[in-house]
């Protein structure tokens, strides 16, 4: 057995790796957790790009988080009240963190958007899936380092995009590593054919141990 995550669902592909349940052979992540605990203070370039890509996820693209992880009743129940304002909630997410030209259109359908924002508006869900912010407000990018083998795919425009060997640092068994040639932070949305194919060539290995 394998597993995959990206954004929310690599927070809990990162725990089972980290808890490696029995028949747990391996995972792959497109959002890695592999954020230094400290960072020098003369960075290169790439080093620096990454901390840049940090610092907007966690300032001028974290304030839906901040609201969420200090008020998520508040906010919810705002957004439940109004499907413009759950519309604009999550097309601004596509907007800020796919692989676009200025527009989510350009990355994402609507139809595939609406569809995504009708799961949140039909079950009344929007101050519901604020509280996992909440409950998780101290959590960091910084993840704990795994052992098992680990595949890992970096789409180009995801935000924050780490390097190859923060990762390294933290996944001592590094099994394969990718590098997509376009997408962002919602791969498995944006770019679903190309996230299939680096899930099937990073966990390959693993089917000898089957």
Not at 158 to 168: A, F, H, M
Request: cysteine-free; charged content about 20%.
């Amino acid at each position: 057995m394998a597993a995959q995550g990206g954004d929310w669902g690599a927070v809990v592909t990162t725990a089972l790796g980290a808890e490696r349940p029995e028949g747990l052979l391996g995972i792959h992540l497109n959002t890695q957790y592999a954020f230094p605990d400290q960072i020098p203070d003369n960075l290169s370039p790439d080093e620096q790009y990454a901390v840049d890509t940090l610092a907007l996820y966690t300032g001028i693209l974290g304030g839906s988080n901040h609201l969420q992880g200090t008020k998520p009743e508040t906010v919810g129940i705002a957004l439940a009240d109004s499907p413009a304002g759950q519309a604009v909630w999550i097309y601004e997410k596509f907007q800020s963190k796919t692989d676009n030209h200025g527009r989510a259109e350009d990355a994402l359908s609507t139809d595939a958007m609406l569809d995504a924002i009708s799961l949140y508006w039909f079950t009344n869900s929007a101050a519901s899936s604020a509280r996992i912010y909440w409950e998780n407000r101290a959590a960091s990018m910084a993840g704990p380092k795994l052992t098992l083998p680990v595949a890992v795919t970096v789409f180009p425009r995801d935000i924050p995009r780490l390097l190859r060997s923060w990762i390294e640092d933290t996944y001592a068994n590094l099994i394969h590593y990718g590098e997509a040639e376009r997408g962002g932070h919602f791969a498995a949305l944006e770019q679903p054919d190309i996230l299939v194919g680096e899930i099937r060539d990073g966990l390959r290995s693993l089917r000898a141990r089957l």
